[in-house]
């Protein structure tokens, strides 16, 4: 499925063929969720049938006492009624133990797999491509993660339990009626009639509602993650108000849909209690005339009475389960969409190893497009070779992130290819690529934790001597050393407690720590000030050595260090040279070279 499939499950209009599809996909994604708990499954599932035969023997047991122990205790023989009462009793306690186990059993089997689902959702978005995650909000990955599993477990926690239970109670009362007095089960099954009518009327109006439900609830998230994202623009463009408004009208719509929901049981559930009034009311009718014409025994008409009125209990809490289904339903549309996107960048079917990579890359007859009529890259072919240090320029658009992009095989080309000294990295090894190639990109992305932990994730075995040189190597050391703790100084959530140049520093020493044979720099420096950008670009100068490195930048001082410039526009490199080659022109990079100098001035 495509992306575009993904976000399209934010509508409630599928077609028929649409909803078929869905629903096929989430069933396939339930039985895998259930096939590894099967045997648990069955287990609960017997316990589940026993404990409920002994919850319905009681009305059963009563009869028999009224109707043959206590004629036998005025006859002096109080054994049948006394033996009655131990067999209520064993029962009782027996129907207590093994509700008490299935409640335990289907607590594992719930949990189970919702650390499996948890576990599938996370795993599987990390391996999805970017394109993915370019398109396909943060907030609506937050929700399937949040809102969408929470539904699910609801539905293992307690839907399942009064599913199960109340299905299973209903069939046995049903047979135990028929049993103590087959005219009072005919009267139950003609209440059926209604019920059902109910029932259906009920579930066709709340199947839509439901869907409406989940939809509202996943872009009140949204909003509000991409709000709290970007709370600097927020703050910098006060939009405080206009997001209160857009917010609380989402709001609005979340409440007028759960309105709804609860207007739909306001009908359902006194509809319930009204048919289950009149049907124990036909059962002591019809069943009073029976005993009057010596038709049908006392015990017996209690006994069908308790049976009928029974009946209708579950009934409520089973309706109570459709609503947990209908909303863990629709959550597991929507998680089922997920987890069957395809990386658009997958992972080669027979890699090919590369362990000691020497960094030339080349694009062979390459093209990069997002649609046939959207291309990016036209067809070019581009050789770079090994410790080559390459300036990428031009304007804002011209593709140079998307060529870098394709190097580090975020994205694949639409035709020819790339390689790493000779190899498609389509069929290069995984681990080979994220070791020979590393990017840094504009967003010095920080995760939680110390300094230290986060120059290592590239090296995650490194030692603090290696991470400690590592940030020496491109000037991070010092300001480190006057952080609080220094390389233990924990950096917040997105590096709240290091600036933005900071962060800056903190992601190249990172890449450096990784060593790779390939580096990418795209608008890496951008974030840097002056003096720092000129430490860095020290370090720079030492640690490119020997290794391919691409630079795109806008600040052309930083182009000094390089051993080639390309120069591009419109998706086509125009100019191909060395720095003092192509400035000495006449061409684009020279008048770009020109525009940045008077800028200075």
């Known amino acids: 499925m495509s992306v575009l499939g993904v976000e ?136 399937r993660q949040t809102s969408d599993l929470d539904s699910i477990r609801e539905l293992l926690d307690s839907g399942i339990n009064q599913l199960v239970q109340g299905s299973l109670y209903l069939v046995f009362i049903a047979g135990a009626l028929f049993l103590t007095d087959w005219v009072s089960g005919l009267i139950l099954m003609v209440s059926l009639v209604p019920l059902l009518v109910l029932t259906r009327w009920f579930q066709i109006r709340s199947q839509r509602l439901f869907r409406l439900s989940r939809v509202a609830s996943a872009r009140l998230i949204v909003k509000f993650v991409e709000s709290m994202t970007g709370i600097r623009a927020v703050k910098a463009f006060r939009t405080e108000k206009q997001n209160q408004k857009e917010f609380g009208g989402l709001v609005e719509d979340y409440r007028d849909v759960n309105g709804r929901v609860i207007q739909l049981f306001g009908i359902f559930d006194p509809g319930l209690v009204l048919i289950g009034n009149v049907t124990v009311a036909a059962v002591l009718l019809v069943g009073g005339f029976r005993v009057a014409d010596g038709q049908l025994a006392i015990g017996a008409l209690l006994a069908a009475l308790l049976y009928a009125r029974r009946f209708f209990d579950p009934m409520e809490e089973m309706a109570m389960f459709y609503n947990s289904y209908q909303s863990a339903a629709a959550a597991l549309e929507k998680i089922s969409g997920v987890l069957e996107e395809e990386p658009s960048v997958p992972d080669p079917a027979k890699p090919v190893d590369l362990w000691h990579a020497q960094g030339t890359v080349a694009f062979e007859g390459a093209e990069f497009a997002y649609t046939k009529d959207r291309v990016i890259l036209p067809e070019f072919s581009l050789r770079m070779p090994a410790g080559q240090t390459i300036a990428l320029v031009g304007s804002t658009g011209a593709g140079k992130s998307t060529l870098a992009k394709l190097i580090a095989r975020f994205y694949d080309p639409t035709k020819g290819r790339v390689t790493l000294d000779g190899i498609d990295l389509r069929e290069l090894h995984p681990k080979d690529l994220r070791r020979a190639i590393v990017m840094v990109t504009q967003e010095a992305y920080l995760f939680s934790g110390t300094v230290a932990d986060n120059i290592a994730i590239g090296k995650p075995d490194a030692s603090l001597e290696e991470i400690q040189a590592a940030a020496r190597a491109v000037g991070a050391d010092a300001f480190i050393q006057g952080l609080p703790n220094g390389y233990d100084t924990d950096v917040n959530k997105r590096g709240g407690r290091v600036s933005a140049g900071q962060r800056q520093l903190i992601s190249f020493a990172r890449a450096f720590l990784a060593d790779p044979v390939v580096l990418i720099l795209d608008e890496a420096t951008s974030s840097l000030d002056i003096p720092s950008e000129r430490l860095v670009q020290e370090g720079l100068q030492t640690l490119l050595a020997d290794r391919t490195a691409v630079i795109i930048a806008h600040r052309l001082s930083t182009v000094a260090i390089a051993d080639r410039v390309l120069v591009m526009e419109h998706g086509r490199i125009v100019e191909d040279g060395t720095p003092a080659d192509l400035i000495g022109g006449t061409g684009r990079f020279a008048q770009l070279h020109a525009a940045w100098r008077d800028s200075l001035v």
Do not use: C
Not at 121 to 134: G, P, R, Y
């Open 8 to 143: 399209g499950e934010e509508r409630d209009d599928f077609s028929n063929t649409e909803s078929k599809q869905i629903r096929q996909r989430s069933l396939r994604l339930l039985g895998s969720l259930l096939r590894p708990v099967r045997g648990q499954v069955v287990l609960t599932l017997v316990v589940v049938v026993l404990s409920t035969a002994a919850q319905v023997a009681g009305p059963a047991l009563i009869a028999i006492g009224l109707d043959t122990g206590l004629p036998a205790l005025l006859a002096q023989d109080w054994m049948p009624l006394s033996l009655t009462v131990v067999a209520y009793l064993v029962t009782g306690a027996a129907g207590a133990v093994l509700i008490a186990q299935y409640t335990v059993l289907s607590a594992r089997i719930s949990q189970a797999i919702l650390i499996d689902l948890r576990k599938r959702v996370f795993l599987h978005t990390q391996k999805l491509s970017l394109e993915f995650h370019e398109s396909y909000t943060s907030g609506r990955i937050i929700s």
